[in-house]
C-alpha cells in the first residue's frame, strides 16, 4: 500500500536513490488521483442522477454553488437545465465571490486577480435569473449547498481541452443537451444586420488578421475597452457596444447576424443563445466547441474569411 513521505524522507531519498525518487512522485502522483476521485465519488456528494433525484423528491429544490469565470458560469447551465428537466425541482444558484484567479505571467484578465467579483456577478444575475429552469440566481451568503460546481476545478479534470461545457456534467453525472439553446432572450431588432465582434486578449490565434472585415456594412463590438482600443486598430468602422448588464449583451448577440468571438464571454453567450456564430480557436488551448446548429469554428484565415461570407449572405 501506498504511503506518503515527510519532507524530510523526500529529500533524503531525491538525493540519496534517483529512480526510486523518481518512482515515488510516479505512485503518488496516482495515489492523488485516486483521493481525488474517491472523494468525488462519495457515498454522500450528489455525483449522479439517482442521488439528485432522491435528495430533490425531498426538499424540491436544488441549491448549487458556482465561483465564475463568468463563461464558466455560461457553460454550467446547460447541466442546471437538465437536472431541472429530469428532476422539476427549483434550481437555486449562488454565485461564489473573489476566488482567486491564477494566470499565466504574461496573461491578463478583466477582473485582475479574481474569477468573480460583485459587480459581474450583479450582471449574470440580470441573465440568469430570467431563465426558466432557474428559481432564483444571488450571491453566496453561506446559504445550505446541495452541489458544488466548483469541484471540476479540483484538478483531475483536463481544463485546457475537450469542451467546457461538459464540466459541470462530469460531476453530477447529469449529460446536458449542448445542441438546443439553453438562453432565451428577445433580440435586439436593431442588429438584425449587423456582425458582432468580440476578441478578448487572452486565447487570441495569432496567425488572424481581422482587417477583411472592413469591407462589411455595420460592425460592431463587444467587450472592455482595452479590448476595443485594440480592435479598433484593424477595424476602425467597429462601433463600441457599452451594455449596463449580460441580459442587454445577449439581446444584442440575440439580434445580430453574424457573431465572430474567440474564447471569451461573448462567445459563451452566443453559444448558449445557438446564434450564427464563429469561434477563434487558440492553438494552445482548445476546450470551447461549438454544438448544434449555425456553429462554426476555425483555425486559419481562408476559413474564416468563408465563413463570414456564407453566413452573412443568408
Known sequence: MFKKKNLASKLWLKYTDRPA?????????????????????????LNSLPKIKALSSVTGQLNITHSGNAGDVIYALPTLKKINE?????????????????????????????????????????????????????????QKIDIDFDYFRAGL????????????????????DLWKPWLKVLPDAAYKNTIVVARSARYQNKTIDYRFLNKYESLKFVGVESEYQEIKKYLPKAEWVQVN???????VIAGCKVFIGNQSFPYSIAEALKVPRILEVAFEVINVV?????????????????????????
Request: aromatic share 12%; glycine share 6%; net charge negative.
Open 21 to 45: 525518487y523518481k518512482t515515488y512522485k510516479w505512485e503518488l502522483v496516482n495515489y492523488n488521483r485516486s483521493q481525488f476521485t474517491n472523494f468525488l465519488l462519495g457515498s454522500e456528494r
Open 86 to 142: 429530469l428532476t422539476g425541482a427549483k434550481i437555486n444558484l449562488y454565485l461564489i465571490l473573489g476566488k482567486p484567479l491564477i494566470l499565466p505571467e504574461y496573461s491578463t484578465h478583466p477582473l485582475g486577480n479574481v474569477m468573480l467579483n460583485r459587480k459581474m456577478a450583479d450582471m449574470l444575475i440580470a441573465l440568469i435569473s430570467a431563465q426558466s429552469y432557474i428559481n432564483l440566481c444571488d450571491v453566496y451568503t453561506n
Open 157 to 176: 479534470i483536463p481544463q485546457d481541452k475537450g469542451n467546457i461545457a461538459h464540466w459541470c456534467g462530469y460531476i453530477t453525472g447529469v449529460t446536458p
Open 245 to 251: 448588464d449580460f441580459m442587454a449583451l445577449a439581446q
Open 290 to 314: 461549438p454544438e448544434g446548429e449555425n456553429g462554426h469554428d476555425f483555425l486559419f484565415q481562408d476559413h474564416l474569411e468563408a465563413l463570414v461570407e456564407d453566413l452573412y449572405s443568408r
